[in-house]
Nanobody, 124 residues
Framework: QLQASGGGLVQAGGSLRLSCAVS????????TGWFRQAPGQEREFVGA?????????TYADSVKGRFTISRDNARSTVWLQMNNLRPEDTAVYYC??????????????????WGQGTLVTVSS
């Protein structure tokens, strides 16, 4: 199971840190992805943490340099640190988990488990 939390209202330029708490069996190779869905738009990839090769964080171009994904040593929590937030970052943010390797980490359909979403609102 996954539980996303940490959303809220923030002014443009501010920061928020989202958490994704993961319970249940953790596979050695797994991916924790972050996606977001703005009102009236399709869900889009934000970034992902890949567990292999010591841990790799990868990001969508729209958030690169502003967002950072990290994981605790127990592999039970993945964070999405969001800095320099913009009004266009307003969305419901979801975390998702894939057990096993995949190179297609930006595709929703590779993920078997999803959290319930947490709303981030950035005011201008």
């Amino acid at each position: 199971q996954l539980q996303a939390s940490g959303g809220g209202l923030v002014q443009a330029g501010g920061s928020l840190r989202l958490s994704c708490a993961v319970s249940g069996r953790t596979y050695a190779s797994h991916i924790t992805g972050w996606f977001r869905q703005a009102p009236g738009q399709e869900r889009e990839f934000v970034g992902a943490f890949l567990s292999w090769n010591g841990g790799i964080a990868t990001y969508a171009d729209s958030v690169k340099g502003r967002f950072t994904i990290s994981r605790d040593n127990a592999r039970s929590t993945v964070w999405l640190q969001m800095n320099n937030l913009r009004p266009e970052d307003t969305a419901v943010y979801y975390c998702a988990r894939r057990n096993g390797y995949s190179g297609s980490y930006s595709r929703e359909d590779i993920y078997g488990y999803w959290g319930q979403g947490t709303l981030v609102t950035v005011s201008s």
